[in-house]
């Protein structure tokens, strides 16, 4: 029997070696390439990486940041996903465990992470990524993770939903277009997984976080009037802080009406 501090470093380097592999989906998913073949190369010189400067997190370290065959910079994008990948591991191990549901939730915060940092790219949210999510959320639900099949099937219909019917009302109320598909979509597959008490959660979150950027943006004139904000980034970064920290809010929310 492994000790826990030992159970943590496993779960820590699990989730820093899938953060190599989802730094691969952000950059070819896009694309439509193969997320399999062929193996990584250099961006640059397109040279491929050997085996050894392949070994996630500490590659950038002895490498000193650049490509072992051009010399060009590795971006710093690479290491950074797999940090953050560990990391949430870590929240999600010391949040639920280690059993069945944390590996649920981990893939979740993979694939909230991979969506993030796609969106933020490609101002797209590829339907590969949200649609089997959806599935599979409906399913780790249903048979997993405490949420039960009624809330997640609620939680796809009413996150899609209301993403949806603010689609169609923005042009109205903002006079222009502010939610893609790739937006609904992904906030059904986000009530897949967390059912839909969470799923508003996230919604508030990702609208509140949201609106404080981008003013912020444009204050700064970072942002223009009209210029387009990806929305997909904060939604994944409500439903990051709705699966660990649902509890707390909900109940700070009903002490203040007590
Ligand atoms: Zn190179």
Same mark, same amino acid.
């Given at each position: 029997?492994?000790?826990?501090?030992? /159970?943590?470093?496993?779960?820590?380097?699990? %989730?820093v070696v899938v953060g190599s592999f989802l730094n691969v989906c952000i950059l070819r998913i896009p694309r439509g390439q193969s997320v399999v073949r062929p193996g990584s190369s250099c961006p640059q010189c397109r040279q491929p990486v050997r085996w050894f400067d392949n070994v996630p997190l500490v590659n950038f370290i002895w490498l000193k940041a650049r490509c072992r065959w051009c010399g060009s910079r590795l971006s710093w994008r690479y290491p950074l996903v797999e940090g953050l990948n560990g990391l949430g591991y870590l929240a999600v191990a010391g949040t639920f %465990?280690?059993?069945?549901?944390?590996?649920?939730?981990?893939?979740?915060v993979s694939v909230l992470l991979t969506v993030m940092m796609i969106d933020f790219d490609h101002l797209i949210i590829p339907d590969v990524i949200s649609l089997p999510g959806m599935v599979i959320g409906f399913v780790a639900s249903t048979f997993i993770v405490p949420v039960g099949w009624r809330s997640s099937l609620i939680g796809i219909v009413l996150g899609g939903g209301l993403l949806w019917g603010l689609a169609i009302l923005?042009?109205?109320l903002f006079g222009k277009e502010g939610l893609g598909g790739g937006d609904i979509k992904c906030l059904a597959m986000i009530g897949a997984f967390l059912g839909w008490p969470n799923v508003l959660l996230t919604l508030f979150l990702a609208s509140f976080a949201g609106a404080v950027v981008g003013v912020s943006?444009?204050?700064?004139?970072?942002?223009? /009037?009209?210029? +387009?904000?990806?929305f997909g980034p904060f939604l994944a970064a409500g439903a990051v802080v709705s699966l660990f920290c649902? $509890?707390?809010?909900? $109940?700070? +929310?009903?002490d203040m009406f007590r």
């Open positions: 029997m492994m000790d826990v501090v030992s /159970l943590y470093i496993v779960w820590f380097v699990a %989730g %465990g280690f059993g069945m549901v944390a590996v649920v939730y981990a893939l979740f923005s042009p109205y943006l444009m204050a700064c004139r970072r942002l223009e /009037l009209g210029q +387009y904000l990806p649902h $509890r707390d809010i909900f $109940r700070l +929310y009903a």
